[in-house]
């Protein structure tokens, strides 16, 4: 026998290369994540939970800070930013509900959220900052009587700390635009008619553009541009049904990254290669509205999902370029509002509600778990000596 290398591949996936006098196993298989998950507080139960997302931004220390509705159909914070997890009530409620809700922090770290608030005559968008001394304030947005302008809103901010809301009018059925100039909130309608009752997404490239994507009933659409000078909507792709519900992100590159549900897919498409690809990230699952994307500093994608056909909340990335689907928690009404992000040190961050276990009804609880080994690193395959006598 000579003293060359050759390679045994056995039934369990492990490859075995025997060389001189080691052998050398590497494992094939797709590597397994761990989570540590906690439970941080009680939310609302009833027929609300299906309008109610919980929304993640992380500070540049990493912290965690979450906008979602508490259990009397308030408006609250959470963040482990301090010695733990602490909650605080950000609009309290005597009538009517806080519903969607999404979150931003400022240069310095402080939240800023964008949410709808339904008094029962209609839902208006508001948006809530959180100043220097811990105090919060309440603007509203843009509100009608008897109509609801606030709905399916997302929150992005620019270099400049202007902030973009982009959200859905009930009535006609447009996509509306709100910033803020000289301490004056404006909006615009971006598309009058024809944008379904389905979440937007924004977020602003480093050219302080601002761009949008939206569902239609037939496709998703996306439309960029600035104060009174929007381009076109473009169509990203066909998405026939009522709640595709598209997610975004941009990299640092300018590429734009979109999620959104088919009817027994999740979808991914990105504009990188100067045109719209799309492909699968998972089939065989009912999505809808209930995933979130984000990109880590390698541009390397991360997706968060709901499936409604194996109960859970699941994690797919494409760092290996593929999208292995990992289970984050299963066995239940678990994950349906779940929201993403990822720190400088590829952790990966979820927070989520938890609904039905799966064996009881017990309080819904806003939950949250995080990777505990970074996703992405450069490690190698796992490698184990053995010592041998190879003959000549």
């Known amino acids: 026998m ?12 492990l490859v075995v290369f025997v060389c001189m006098n080691f052998i050398i196993i590497a494992a094939d298989d797709e590597p397994q994540i761990d989570w540590v998950k906690e439970s941080i507080d009680t939310v609302d139960s ?9 929304d993640i931004s992380l500070d540049a220390q990493g912290h965690s800070h979450i906008c979602y509705r508490g259990e009397e159909h308030d408006l609250r914070y959470a963040t482990n930013s301090v010695n733990g997890w602490s909650t605080e009530v950000v609009m309290d409620l005597s009538i009517g509900v806080a519903r969607e809700c999404a979150i931003m922090l400022d240069a310095d770290g402080l939240p800023l959220i964008s949410f709808s608030y339904d008094d029962g005559s209609g839902e208006n968008l508001y948006y809530a900052y959180k100043d220097a001394n811990g105090e919060w304030h309440l603007e509203l947005v843009f509100g009608v009587i008897n109509n609801s302008v606030g709905m399916e809103n997302d929150i992005a901010i620019d270099e400049n700390g202007r902030i973009h809301i982009s959200h859905w009018e009930w009535s006609g059925g447009n996509l509306l635009y709100s910033f803020k100039e000289n301490g004056v909130w404006k909006t615009e309608t971006l598309v009058d008619g024809g ?11 480093n050219q302080q553009k601002v761009h949008i994507v939206y569902g239609t009933g037939s496709q998703i659409l996306h439309i960029a541009g600035q104060h009174n000078n929007w381009s076109e909507p473009e169509i990203v792709a ?5 709640a595709c519900g598209p997610a975004l992100v941009i990299d640092v590159q300018n590429n734009l990254h979109v999620t959104f549900g088919l009817a027994n897919e999740l979808q991914y498409g990105t504009n990188k290669s100067g045109e719209w690809e799309i492909q699968a990230v998972a089939t065989d699952v009912a999505v809808a509205e209930h995933h979130a994307v984000t990109v880590d500093q390698n541009n390397y994608v991360h997706i968060s999902f709901f499936d409604a056909i194996n109960p ?26 779940n929201a993403i992000a990822v720190d400088q040190d590829n952790h990966v961050k979820l927070s989520y509600r938890n609904d039905f276990d799966g064996a009881s009804i017990n309080q819904p609880v806003l939950k949250y778990a995080e990777t505990i080994d970074p996703i992405g690193s450069t490690s190698d395959p796992l490698q184990i000596y053995l010592p041998m006598i190879v003959k000549e």
Request: glycine share 12%.
């Open 2 to 13: 000579s003293r060359n290398c050759f390679r045994l591949t056995s039934f369990v996936f």
């Open 46 to 54: 009833g027929f609300y939970i299906h309008y109610s997302y919980t």
């Open 195 to 205: 944008v379904t009752w389905d979440k937007t997404a924004i977020a602003v490239d």
């Open 238 to 242: 066909s998405c026939p049904g009522s």
């Open 312 to 337: 859970g909340l699941y994690y797919a990335n494409n760092v290996s370029g593929k999208w292995p689907t990992f289970t984050v928690e299963s066995g239940g009404d678990i994950g349906r509002s």
